[in-house]
Nanobody, 121 residues
């Protein structure tokens, strides 16, 4: 069973930075995509950033473009989300996600436990 373990959340002042980590229990090359989602109180979970593993491409929500960067360390089977110029509206629980397509079975969707990010003065 695939496990995703997040770390790096916390309290930061507006304009500050945080780096989230997501360690996978297996090779990240077993996934088709890896990404970060977030969910603020009273709101639906939304996609923040996603990496297409085979293509080496990334996409970002408009609200975080230019401030957040998704990256990975293949040797460590770990994905990161570098968050700069943080705003109070970035406050949410951030979830790591990985999707894998298995022929004959379909898509498998994996989630981390979530890590709280609070941006406040």
């Amino acid at each position: 069973q695939v496990q995703l373990v997040e770390s790096g959340g916390g309290l930061v002042q507006p304009g500050g930075s945080l780096r989230l980590s997501c360690a996978a229990s297996g090779s990240i090359f077993s996934f088709n995509t890896m990404g970060w989602y977030r969910q603020a109180p009273g709101r639906q979970r939304e996609l923040v950033a996603i990496a297409i593993i085979s293509a080496g491409s990334t996409n970002y929500a408009d609200s975080v473009k230019g401030r957040f960067t998704i990256s990975r360390d293949n040797a460590k089977n770990t994905m990161y989300l570098q968050m700069n110029s943080l705003k109070p509206e970035d406050t949410a629980v951030y979830y790591c996600n990985a999707k894998a397509f298995v022929p004959g079975t379909g898509w498998n969707d994996y989630w981390g436990q979530g890590t709280q990010v609070t941006v406040s003065s």
